[in-house]
C-alpha cells in the first residue's frame, strides 16, 4: 500500500514540477504563460514520444546486430528456459552449435539477494566460450532487481535480461513474469531498478561502463495488448525487446502469432528507432527462421523448444547434415550431456530433469518407446548409459 501511494504522489510531483517549470522558465510570469493542451498531452502521454536513442545502452548488441544485417539475415538467439538451458546444455550448443546470443535460464533476484544466494548463483555459472551470455533475472521488487543486476554484472554477463513474460503461477503469485503486464508502472521500475545495478568497472581500462538491460516479454495477459504494453517497456530505453507472439492465457496451446510481427515492428521502431526486436514462439530452425524473415520486419529470432534433442541446431551445416548422424551417434551425444549434467549439477539438481531431454533424444526409430521408457528409470548417468549401450546391441545399426 506504502509503495503505491508513493508511486501516486511521485506523479503528482512530476506533474506539478513540470507546469511550475514551465511556468517560470526563461523568466516567463505566469500571466505570459500560455496552457496549451499539445504541452499537457506531453507530459501525460509520454509513450508518444520517441525515445533518445542515445541514452540506449546497446554494448555487444550493436556490433552483433551489425554483423547479422551485413549477411541479410536474422539474430539467432537461445531462448531462456527454466531447467534446460543450463551449464551443462549451454555447453553441448557450444561444442555441436552455437548461437549468436545464449542466455541463462533465469533466476529469481528476490533467492539472489537471500542467504541462499550461493546455491542459486550454481544456475549463473558459465563459460567464457559462451559469449556474448546474457543472464535472465525475474522479480517484482525493485531493490532485489537492481542488487540482482549489480552481482550479475559483476560475474561478467555481456548482458542482463528481465523476464516479463513467464506464465507460471508461483512466479506470477510474486508479481513477476507475465504477471508484469497488468502492472507496467511496476514494471518500468524493476527495468529501471536493473539499469542503475548495471553498471561496472572495465577490467581492462578501468573506466566504468553499463551493461544492456533488455526485457522478453508477451503480446498481452488474457487478451492481445501489446499496442499499450509494449510502449510502455520502450520509454525505458532498452536496446532489445523479445516478443513471445501469443498471450499469456494462450501459454502455447495456439500457433504464435505472426501477423502481427510487422505493425509490433513498426510500433518498436517508431518509438525507439534503434531498439532490436527479437520475436519468439513455434520458430522450428535457423531456416525457418530466415523464412520468417524474408516475409517479415524483425531483428532476431529467438529459438526454443526446436533445440531439444538437437545440441546443433544453431549450426545451419550440421543440420541440413542431421540425417546423416547415426542413430549410436545422436545416444552419444545425449550420454554426453547426460554426464555433463551430472558432474556439473548433479548435486544440486534432481537427475530427473533429463527426462525431458530423453523425450527429445529418443524418438522417431524402432523402439524408441522402449528406450525412453527404461532411461526415465535412471537414476544416474552410470544406469542412463548402461542402458544405451544394452539397446545398441541389440538392434541392427
Not at 243 to 269: C, F, G, Q, W
Not at 314 to 328: A, G, I, P, V
Amino acid at each position: 500500500m506504502y509503495k503505491k501511494l508513493k508511486r501516486k504522489w511521485n506523479k503528482i510531483l512530476f506533474v506539478l514540477s513540470e507546469f511550475v517549470t514551465n511556468i517560470f522558465n526563461l523568466g516567463k510570469s505566469s500571466l505570459d504563460y500560455e496552457l496549451n493542451s499539445e504541452h499537457f498531452k506531453d507530459i501525460f502521454d509520454r509513450s508518444k514520444k520517441k525515445v533518445d536513442s542515445d541514452k540506449i545502452v546497446f554494448g555487444f548488441w550493436k556490433e552483433l546486430s551489425e554483423n547479422a544485417k551485413k549477411e541479410n539475415r536474422p539474430l539467432y538467439v537461445l531462448a531462456p528456459m527454466a531447467d534446460v538451458t543450463d551449464v551443462a546444455f549451454r555447453h553441448m550448443l557450444n561444442k555441436y552449435g552455437k548461437p549468436d546470443v545464449t542466455w541463462t535460464e533465469f533466476v529469481s533476484a528476490n533467492g539472489l539477494m537471500s542467504e541462499g544466494r550461493e546455491h542459486l548463483k550454481r544456475d549463473l555459472e558459465y563459460k567464457e566460450e559462451e559469449r556474448p551470455i546474457v543472464a535472465q533475472l525475474f522479480t517484482s521488487e525493485e531493490k532485489n532487481m537492481e542488487g540482482a543486476a549489480r552481482l550479475c554484472t559483476e560475474l561478467g554477463f555481456d548482458g542482463i535480461d528481465i523476464n516479463m513474460g513467464c506464465p507460471d503461477k508461483t512466479i506470477e503469485k510474486q508479481g513477476a513474469g507475465s504477471k508484469m503486464i497488468t502492472t507496467p508502472e511496476i514494471a518500468k521500475e524493476v527495468i529501471m531498478a536493473a539499469q542503475r545495478g548495471a553498471i561496472r568497472k572495465n577490467k581492462i581500462t578501468g573506466e566504468i561502463e553499463a551493461v544492456p538491460v533488455s526485457v522478453k516479454t508477451r503480446i498481452g495477459w488474457n487478451k492481445v495488448e501489446w499496442q499499450s504494453w509494449l510502449p510502455q517497456i520502450l520509454e525505458c530505453n532498452i536496446p532489445v525487446l523479445t516478443v513471445h507472439l501469443r498471450t499469456r492465457k494462450e501459454l502455447s496451446m495456439v500457433p504464435a502469432h505472426y501477423e502481427y510481427i510487422d505493425d509490433i515492428y513498426n510500433m518498436v521502431k517508431s518509438i525507439s528507432p534503434k531498439t532490436l526486436l527479437i520475436i519468439n514462439g513455434d520458430i522450428k530452425s535457423l531456416g525457418h527462421a530466415d523464412e520468417l524473415y524474408s516475409k517479415y520486419a524483425f531483428d532476431g529470432a529467438m529459438i526454443g523448444r526446436a533445440v531439444f534433442g538437437k545440441p546443433w541446431l544453431f549450426d545451419k551445416e550440421k543440420t541440413l547434415k542431421e540425417n546423416d548422424y547415426s542413430l549410436e551417434e545422436k545416444l552419444r551425444i545425449m550420454i554426453e550431456h547426460t554426464k555433463l549434467f551430472e558432474e556439473k549439477l548433479g548435486d544440486i539438481k534432481s537427475f530427473s530433469i533429463m527426462k525431458k531431454h530423453y523425450k527429445a533424444y529418443v524418438n522417431g526409430f524402432d523402439g524408441a518407446k522402449e528406450l525412453r521408457n527404461k532411461l526415465f528409470e535412471s537414476k544416474n548417468a552410470k544406469e542412463a548409459e548402461n542402458t544405451v549401450n544394452n539397446f545398441l546391441k541389440s538392434v541392427d545399426l
